[in-house]
């Protein structure tokens, strides 16, 4: 590995183990995988994270059917001190920063997680919640993992050549690289634009307008998150208001989406940002330690045992609802499961805008279907899918289950026990989508929208099924209508008779959805591709 670069990885959030409360979602979980993957191929890479006392919302569903967020204390007792301290300017004041290091048993290589709560800092909790408080918090925030980030790798003289920007919530280590080159070795800030130019990469992921941070130049500068740069410079980066992803796309060399349809979509997307990197398309993948069934791999070949195998994981899938939501799920139904970040675009309720003939179809106990979220604490409309979805729990209370609290434990259950994965956001919404590969793997095959990843995989009614087409309707009204008559349609002439009259066919479309999975949406195929082609 002694001719690979030295990579500085940044990232608000790692979902390791599902009671380590680092992550939220998607971008977490990825991050995590990823740096799995360093340890078992051993990469040369430090992670830069944060220590996020409360960690995100811990959200639970009360008797009367109401969300209840919470933040508790999260345990940290996975980490070890590494004795190093370092301050940084935020707001005129000093702020003092404590570096962790994740330790080895977790499976990870080198990961720091920067903490501000500690008794000499006159405002200790900065590193309070992931992606809680307001703008001037979360620019707070950024200015740790970002500035911080690179002063703790200054503090432990770490060599490195690539710095990795995995969001834009990172762009402030590149400002700081900028302050070094002018103020410590007397560049210009163009001279100085170049130089960082050649060393930052970074992956940019939701198409969603929402999810590309901007904010206000007025309390960026007062905050000091333009590192002395003027307020020009920083327009010139990022723009007015300062967007954080096209601050990234002008300082990095060259950036990458994470699927190949999002390489499309992120071209469209940014085409009007000028001088910006190219990027590139590098599917995302899963770390197989983390998310496969051994058993299910070991015996994919053996159609017997491959079911057997699949029964077992059912069942312990109905045994855990059972624990947690009091009901009893029927083991020989068709199982369908269905977890997501509760976002508008996912469209989580679309199984039950498709017309009456799957409403009918559930009343009579033709399947059944478990769903899991969590919605971000301040958004009112991610909280009223969860309600609508627990509306119809309550409507069918023999057939639909949700799961509160959707984690890492929820998800690995779901993603090995149900019998078809369903997804169905607004193409081409989906960046990725990374548990549908979990599910595949685990010879539940997909039912999917073709968005994300699944246009690279999907071989209808061979390794799982397509609903519809790639057409995008220009109305998101008639785009919706068209997807639910197709969802429909898939369901109830596709998928449930073939569940139900040919067993046999069913097992092979397991099969091959394993086969055709396993290797080329592994996190060590997408590390490969990450050290030849963007690093």
């Given at each position: 590995m002694s001719?690979?670069p030295?990579v500085a990885?940044?990232?608000?959030?790692?979902?390791?183990?599902?009671d380590?409360?680092?992550?939220s979602g998607?971008?977490?979980?990825?991050a995590?995988?990823?740096?799995k993957g360093?340890?078992?191929?051993d990469?040369?890479?430090?992670a830069?994270?944060?220590?996020?006392k409360?960690?995100y919302?811990?959200?639970t569903v009360?008797?009367n059917?109401l969300?209840?967020?919470?933040?508790p204390?999260?345990?940290?007792?996975m980490?070890?001190?590494t004795g190093?301290?370092?301050?940084?300017?935020?707001e005129?004041?000093q702020?003092?920063?404590?570096?962790?290091?994740v330790?080895?048993?977790?499976?990870?290589k080198?990961l720091i997680?920067?903490?501000?709560?500690?008794?000499?800092?006159?405002?200790p909790?900065i590193?309070?919640?992931l992606?809680?408080g307001?703008?001037?918090?979360?620019?707070?925030?950024e200015?740790?993992?970002?500035?911080?980030?690179?002063k703790?790798?200054?503090?432990?003289?770490?060599?490195i050549?690539t710095?990795?920007?995995?969001e834009?919530?990172?762009?402030l280590?590149g400002?700081?690289?900028?302050r070094e080159q002018?103020?410590?070795?007397?560049l210009?800030?163009?001279?100085a634009r170049?130089?960082?130019?050649?060393?930052?990469?970074?992956t940019?992921?939701?198409?969603?307008k929402?999810?590309n941070?901007?904010?206000d130049?007025?309390?960026?500068?007062r905050?000091?998150a333009?590192?002395?740069l003027?307020?020009?410079?920083m327009?010139?980066?990022?723009g007015?208001?300062?967007?954080?992803?096209?601050?990234?796309?002008?300082?990095?060399?060259?950036?990458?989406a994470v699927?190949?349809?999002?390489?499309?979509?992120a071209?469209?997307?940014?085409?009007?940002v000028?001088?910006?990197?190219e990027i590139?398309?590098?599917?995302?993948?899963?770390?197989?330690g983390?998310?496969?069934?051994?058993?299910?791999y070991?015996?994919?070949?053996n159609p017997?045992?491959?079911?057997?195998?699949?029964?077992?994981l059912?069942?312990?899938?109905i045994?855990?609802?059972?624990e947690?939501?009091?009901?009893?799920?029927?083991a020989?139904?068709?199982?369908?499961g269905?977890?997501r970040?509760?976002a508008?675009?996912?469209?989580?309720?679309?199984?039950y805008?498709?017309?009456e003939?799957?409403?009918?179809?559930?009343?009579?106990?033709?399947y059944?279907?478990?769903f899991?979220?969590k919605?971000?604490p301040?958004?009112?409309?991610?909280?009223?899918?969860?309600?609508?979805?627990i509306?119809l729990s309550?409507e069918f209370?023999?057939?639909?289950v949700?799961?509160?609290?959707y984690?890492m434990?929820?998800?690995?259950?779901l993603?090995?026990?149900?019998?078809?994965?369903?997804?169905?956001?607004r193409?081409p919404m989906?960046?990725?989508?990374?548990?549908?590969?979990k599910?595949?793997m685990?010879?539940?095959?997909?039912?999917?929208i073709?968005?994300?990843?699944?246009p690279?995989?999907?071989n209808?009614?061979v390794?799982?099924?397509?609903?519809g087409d790639d057409?995008?309707?220009?109305s998101k009204d008639?785009?919706d209508?068209?997807?639910?008559e197709?969802l429909?349609?898939?369901?109830?002439?596709?998928?449930i008779p073939?569940?139900y009259?040919d067993?046999d066919?069913w097992?092979?479309?397991m099969q091959?959805?394993?086969?055709?999975c396993?290797?080329?949406f592994?996190?060590?195929?997408?590390?490969?591709?990450?050290y030849?082609?963007?690093y």
């Open positions: 001719d690979l030295n990885y940044f990232c608000m959030e790692y979902a390791l183990r599902h380590i409360k680092t992550y998607g971008l977490g979980v990825l995590g995988d990823y740096v360093v340890k078992d191929n990469y040369p890479l430090i830069i994270g944060i220590k996020w409360y960690g919302v811990t959200q009360d008797k059917g969300l209840m967020d919470s933040f204390v999260a345990d940290y007792s980490l070890e001190d190093i301290k370092f301050p940084i300017t935020i005129n004041r702020v003092m920063i404590k570096a962790w290091k330790k080895p048993e977790i499976g990870v080198e997680l920067l903490d501000t709560d500690l008794p000499e800092n006159e405002e909790l590193t309070d919640r992606y809680g307001d703008h001037v918090q979360r620019v707070k925030q200015m740790v993992l970002g500035i911080g980030g690179i703790y790798l200054r503090a432990v003289n770490a060599d050549q710095y990795h920007f995995n834009g919530h990172a762009i280590a400002i700081e690289l900028l002018m103020e410590d070795h007397g210009n800030f163009s001279q170049e130089a960082v130019k050649k060393q930052i990469v970074f940019t992921h939701t198409p969603v929402a999810g941070e901007e904010h130049l007025s309390y960026l500068i905050l000091g333009n590192q002395h003027s307020e020009a410079e327009v010139e980066i990022g007015r208001p300062f967007n954080m992803t096209v601050a990234a796309l002008h300082l990095s060399r060259l950036s990458n699927a190949q349809l999002h390489g499309e979509t071209n469209v997307m940014w085409k009007d000028g001088d910006r990197s590139i398309a590098i599917t995302n993948g899963i770390h197989h983390t998310w496969v069934d051994d058993a299910i070991q015996n994919r070949q017997k045992l491959l079911w057997e195998r699949h029964c077992q059912k069942n312990e899938l045994e855990f609802i059972k947690r939501n009091e009901v009893t799920l029927n020989n139904k068709l199982l369908i269905f977890a970040r509760a508008p675009y996912k469209r989580s309720n679309l199984i805008s498709s017309g003939k799957l409403r009918q179809l559930l009343q009579e106990g033709t059944q279907v478990v899991a979220g919605a971000h301040a958004d009112d409309y991610g909280k009223a899918i969860i309600r609508d979805l509306a309550k209370p023999d057939s639909v949700f799961m509160e609290n984690d434990q929820v998800g690995a259950m993603t090995r026990g149900c019998d078809i994965w369903l997804n169905n956001p193409r989906e960046a990725c989508g990374t548990s549908g590969m599910a595949a685990n010879g539940v095959p997909n039912v999917s073709l968005d994300g990843w699944w690279e995989a999907c209808h009614g390794n799982g099924w397509a609903i057409k995008v309707p220009t008639d785009q209508v068209r997807d639910a197709f429909s349609a898939v369901l109830s002439e596709e998928v073939t569940y009259e067993r066919r097992i092979s479309i091959a959805s394993i086969n055709d396993y290797e080329a592994s996190v060590d195929t997408m590390l490969s591709s990450y030849s082609r963007l």
